[in-house]
């Protein structure tokens, strides 16, 4: 990393600033001191005034107030242990011109910055760097402002805030107004957008990424830049390109979609028993992607029960944007070996169908939305994507069922295709998963902290997706950005092994569209200030 602007050359003073500079940054100066650097140089860079003690925690400064800081947000409990890197301060700006002044300020200090909307980063990217030292943590958590438009069908909504508190804001002005982005509320609308954004109305509306507006970003030199300023080809990357490559969302400016007033959810469970020969799942694999637009059926898979009778349930966990009697009429014609009945079937608006696929129990009062809470306690996991094109068949189910009963908290999920999914070119936006997918297949497992040996798991899940090979997309063997797996490869300090491991999981996210995202790195932020164990590297680094 340079410092941005040059020193004038030849000059005693100039000399004396250059060593002092560097004197100053060097990685042995205390995080203290690093603060008061970065606090004197925002103080220069921005008019707005904020209070040092509502922005700034370290944990010289109140450990217990930092740690809370850092866990607010942050999902995976694997990157919290004690033996993980910790940022050396967290700045939360109040204003968006602290969130430029902070660019200009880590460039000229060097010092290596993160960027956390919602915290579910799944390799807990956007709070811990396990690449460079020391590093710094902006989180977006009180930039959280939404302000919906329902006249033009619009919405900005700030980086910081959560997917569930955009439904709520959309629903408090309009029943039949919706947004098709993520399942889980609790979701960062900063971080969550940049990689796709899907959710229960995908078949319809495609994913949150396909339906933004707008944006307003602050580039690797501090500018704040909307659509027009920051042109097409950067408004391209942004949406599917992941985070933390290529500035910071400060806002996306969505476009809210119709809702009915009235939609319908079921969940139907199986146990392997109940679903001989695996018919009902045989059928959903051929189903799933070609019902009509406005019916999403998932499947999640789980372990049940103990020694005697363990066993794997499929839970056909569906949102339907129609009434329960249209629903049991697509269900009668398309999938009747699920035996759906009525009763399964209940209605609701939309706004309590965000709840009920959420995993809220049922009558939860929807304003729960507006805490940014997740329904779930926090849990270590580690997870993997994959791609279906050709349905599984039932040999390789039951090598799926065997591995899954062998370990402690597997979760596995199929999330449907089709519908408005395969209608929108692989180049759109960068996300490429579109026409031929009939299902994305998402593997969990998770542990509890008293667990002593968390490679166990890990071990589990690479031979869970070793095994999968011959089932899924192949050349390249595709995977959902916004599920990071480390797994696939990751950058380094050293450009050329880290343009050498991007060869490989870039083509894995992103198809095709990575050498455009490359293409538009390099135009954006050429010194890769914008960096992460997987963010797309500029084309020097071929060099
Ligand atoms: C429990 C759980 C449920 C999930 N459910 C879904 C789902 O239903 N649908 C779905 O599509 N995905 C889902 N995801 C994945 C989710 O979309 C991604 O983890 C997403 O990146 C989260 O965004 P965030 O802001 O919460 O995360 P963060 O961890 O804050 O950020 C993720 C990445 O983006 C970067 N980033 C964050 N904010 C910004 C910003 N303002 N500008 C630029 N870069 C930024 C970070 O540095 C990091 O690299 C789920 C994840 C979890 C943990
Ligand atoms: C440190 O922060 C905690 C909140 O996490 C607060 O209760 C406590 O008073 C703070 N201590 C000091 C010395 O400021
Ligand atoms: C397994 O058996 C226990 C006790 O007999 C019972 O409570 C449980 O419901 C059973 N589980 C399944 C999945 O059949």
Same mark, same amino acid.
Request: glycine content about 8%; hydrophobic content about 40%; aromatic content about 12%.
């Given at each position: 990393?340079?410092?941005?602007?040059?020193?004038?050359?030849?000059?005693?003073?100039?000399?004396?600033?250059?060593?002092?500079?560097?004197?100053?940054?060097?990685?042995?100066?205390?995080?203290?001191?690093?603060?008061?650097?970065?606090?004197?140089?925002?103080?220069?860079?921005?008019?707005?005034?904020?209070?040092?003690?509502?922005?700034?925690?370290?944990?010289?400064?109140?450990?217990?107030?930092?740690?809370?800081?850092?866990?607010?947000?942050?999902?995976?409990?694997?990157?919290?242990?004690?033996?993980?890197?910790?940022?050396?301060?967290?700045?939360?700006?109040?204003?968006?011109?602290?969130?430029?002044?902070?660019?200009?300020?880590?460039?000229?200090?060097?010092?290596?910055?993160?960027?956390?909307?919602?915290?579910?980063?799944?390799?807990?990217?956007?709070?811990?760097?396990?690449?460079?030292?020391?590093?710094?943590?902006?989180?977006?958590?009180?930039?959280?402002?939404?302000?919906?438009?329902?006249?033009?069908?619009?919405?900005?909504?700030?980086?910081?805030?959560?997917?569930?508190?955009?439904?709520?804001?959309?629903?408090?002005?309009?029943?039949?107004?919706?947004?098709?982005?993520?399942?889980?509320?609790?979701?960062?609308?900063?971080?969550?957008?940049?990689?796709?954004?899907?959710?229960?109305?995908?078949?319809?509306?495609?994913?949150?990424?396909?339906?933004?507006?707008?944006?307003?970003?602050?580039?690797?030199?501090?500018? /704040?830049?909307?659509?027009?300023?920051?042109?097409?080809?950067?408004?391209?990357?942004?949406?599917?390109?992941?985070?933390?490559?290529?500035?910071?969302?400060?806002?996306?400016?969505?476009?809210?979609?119709?809702?009915?007033? $009235?939609?319908?959810?079921?969940?139907?469970?199986?146990?392997?028993?109940?679903?001989?020969?695996?018919?009902?799942?045989?059928?959903?694999?051929?189903?799933?992607?070609?019902?009509?637009?406005? /019916?999403?059926?998932?499947?999640?898979?789980?372990?049940?029960?103990?020694?005697?009778?363990? $066993?794997?349930?499929?839970?056909?966990?569906?949102?339907?944007?129609?009434?329960?009697?249209?629903?049991?009429?697509?269900?009668?014609?398309?999938?009747?070996?699920?035996?759906?009945?009525?009763?399964?079937?209940?209605?609701?608006?939309?706004?309590?169908?965000? /709840?009920?696929?959420?995993?809220?129990?049922?009558?939860?009062?929807?304003?729960?939305?507006?805490?940014?809470?997740? $329904?779930?306690?926090?849990?270590?996991?580690?997870?993997?994507?994959?791609?279906?094109?050709?349905?599984?068949?039932?040999?390789? /189910?039951?090598?799926?069922?065997?591995?899954?009963?062998?370990?402690?908290?597997?979760?596995?999920?199929?999330?449907?295709?089709?519908?408005?999914?395969?209608?929108?070119?692989?180049?759109?936006?960068?996300?490429?998963?579109?026409?031929?997918?009939?299902?994305?297949?998402?593997?969990? $497992?998770?542990?509890?902290?008293?667990?002593?040996?968390?490679?166990?798991?890990?071990?589990?899940?690479?031979?869970?997706?070793?095994?999968?090979?011959?089932?899924?997309?192949?050349?390249?063997?595709?995977?959902?950005?916004?599920?990071?797996?480390?797994?696939?490869?990751?950058?380094?300090?050293?450009?050329?092994?880290?343009?050498?491991?991007?060869?490989?999981?870039?083509?894995?996210?992103?198809?095709?569209?990575?050498?455009?995202?490359?293409?538009?790195?390099?135009?954006?932020?050429?010194?890769?200030?914008?960096?992460?164990?997987?963010?797309?590297?500029?084309?020097?680094?071929?060099?």
């Amino acid at each position: 990393m340079r410092i941005s602007k040059p020193f004038p050359a030849f000059s005693f003073l100039s000399i004396l600033a250059l060593y002092f500079s560097f004197y100053t940054i060097t990685p042995t100066s205390s995080a203290a001191s690093l603060q008061d650097q970065f606090i004197n140089c925002l103080k220069r860079n921005t008019n707005v005034y904020f209070p040092t003690e509502k922005t700034f925690f370290a944990p010289a400064k109140n450990i217990s107030m930092f740690s809370q800081v850092l866990e607010s947000t942050a999902q995976n409990l694997r990157f919290l242990t004690k033996t993980m890197p910790k940022p050396g301060f967290i700045f939360s700006p109040i204003h968006e011109s602290h969130v430029q002044a902070s660019i200009i300020c880590s460039k000229k200090l060097r010092l290596h910055l993160r960027v956390r909307s919602g915290g579910h980063d799944y390799e807990g990217l956007s709070y811990v760097s396990e690449i460079e030292k020391p590093f710094i943590l902006m989180d977006l958590s009180k930039l959280r402002q939404i302000d919906i438009n329902i006249k033009d069908n619009s919405a900005w909504v700030q980086a910081g805030a959560t997917v569930g508190e955009l439904y709520y804001r959309i629903a408090e002005k309009s029943k039949v107004h919706g947004f098709p982005a993520g399942l889980c509320s609790s979701l960062g609308i900063g971080g969550h957008i940049t990689g796709g954004a899907y959710g229960s109305m995908m078949r319809k509306y495609g994913l949150g990424a396909d339906n933004v507006l707008d944006a307003k970003i602050v580039d690797s030199n501090g500018k /704040l830049l909307d659509r027009t300023a920051m042109g097409e080809d950067t408004f391209w990357a942004i949406r599917g390109g992941a985070g933390g490559s290529f500035g910071i969302i400060l806002a996306w400016k969505i476009k809210l979609v119709p809702v009915p007033k $009235t939609v319908t959810v079921f969940t139907v469970t199986k146990t392997l028993e109940q679903d001989v020969g695996n018919k009902i799942l045989a059928k959903w694999q051929n189903v799933a992607d070609k019902l009509v637009d406005e /019916l999403f059926i998932r499947v999640l898979f789980n372990v049940a029960g103990n020694n005697g009778n363990k $066993t794997v349930t499929t839970s056909y966990n569906a949102m339907f944007l129609g009434g329960k009697g249209t629903l049991m009429k697509v269900m009668k014609k398309s999938f009747p070996e699920l035996g759906l009945t009525l009763k399964d079937c209940v209605e609701m608006s939309w706004l309590e169908s965000i /709840l009920y696929i959420s995993g809220f129990p049922s009558r939860t009062p929807t304003n729960v939305l507006l805490q940014g809470k997740p $329904t779930f306690p926090k849990i270590n996991f580690k997870a993997k994507s994959d791609f279906v094109k050709t349905p599984i068949p039932v040999s390789g /189910l039951k090598g799926i069922f065997k591995k899954m009963m062998k370990e402690d908290i597997p979760l596995m999920i199929w999330n449907p295709y089709g519908g408005m999914m395969a209608k929108i070119p692989e180049s759109q936006i960068p996300f490429p998963h579109r026409k031929g997918v009939l299902f994305k297949v998402q593997y969990v $497992t998770s542990w509890l902290d008293s667990d002593k040996r968390p490679s166990k798991h890990i071990k589990w899940i690479r031979d869970l997706y070793r095994y999968m090979t011959p089932y899924v997309s192949s050349n390249p063997r595709q995977a959902y950005v916004n599920y990071r797996d480390l797994d696939l490869g990751q950058n380094s300090k050293n450009a050329k092994s880290s343009i050498k491991q991007g060869q490989v999981w870039g083509p894995k996210y992103f198809k095709d569209n990575f050498n455009r995202l490359v293409n538009v790195k390099s135009k954006v932020d050429p010194e890769n200030f914008f960096r992460h164990e997987q963010s797309i590297p500029p084309m020097r680094h071929f060099l």
